[in-house]
């Protein structure tokens, strides 16, 4: 596994040395000690979700003000681009983001640790998106920032308007949204 850094040090993309001939391929998705020697620290997974979405879906950009959520993101069919925004306002990067493309092609994973917001857009014509999570899912804490906030200025790999649930279309501007300290 390769450990490819981004612009904000917090967040990681993870690619899988892959083992692959005429009948298929073989990879090492997740290794607990070889992923806490990679981030730097004790991580415990509670939940492991699954969402399939069609072309231009557009999820979040989501977070939990309370029970928050470090995740480790992969695409196992179709292709996303996947977004990580820094929420916590004591952090030199705050509102600053980076963006990866996941795909089950590229087979790459994309960490970010409790205190960003999350988001991603379907690329494909479909893409079934799995991630852990380092807490449970906790609806009444659960929070939105708008995809479109001009201050992000989130290059979303697309020319398309999204589709957006209700939750996302009501999501806040970072500037009024709550934040970690």
């Known amino acids: 596994m390769k450990i490819i ?6 967040v990681l993309i993870l690619e899988p040395t892959v083992f692959g001939d005429d009948r298929g391929f073989f990879f090492e998705s997740f290794n607990q000690a070889w992923f806490e020697g990679a981030v730097g620290r004790k991580v415990h997974f509670v939940q492991g979700n699954h969402s399939r979405s069609v072309r231009n879906v557009l999820r979040g950009l989501h977070y939990q003000i309370k029970q928050p959520q470090g995740k480790l993101v992969r695409v196992v069919h179709g292709e996303v681009f996947d977004v990580a925004v820094d929420i916590r306002k004591s952090s030199p990067t705050f509102g600053k983001w980076v963006g990866e493309i996941l795909s089950a092609e590229n087979k790459k994973q994309l960490w970010m640790p409790e205190g960003f917001a999350h988001g991603y857009v379907v690329l494909s014509n479909s893409a079934d998106f799995l991630y852990k999570t380092t807490d449970y899912w906790a609806p009444q804490h659960e929070r939105c920032i708008i995809w479109n906030d001009l201050d992000l200025a989130i290059d979303w790999h697309t ?18 949204a709550e934040v970690f300290q």
Do not use: N, Y
Request: charged letters at 25%; a neutral charge.
């Open 159 to 176: 020319a398309e308007k999204p589709m957006l649930s209700v939750k996302d279309q009501q999501g806040k501007f970072l500037i009024h």
């Open 5 to 10: 850094p981004t612009s904000i040090p917090d």
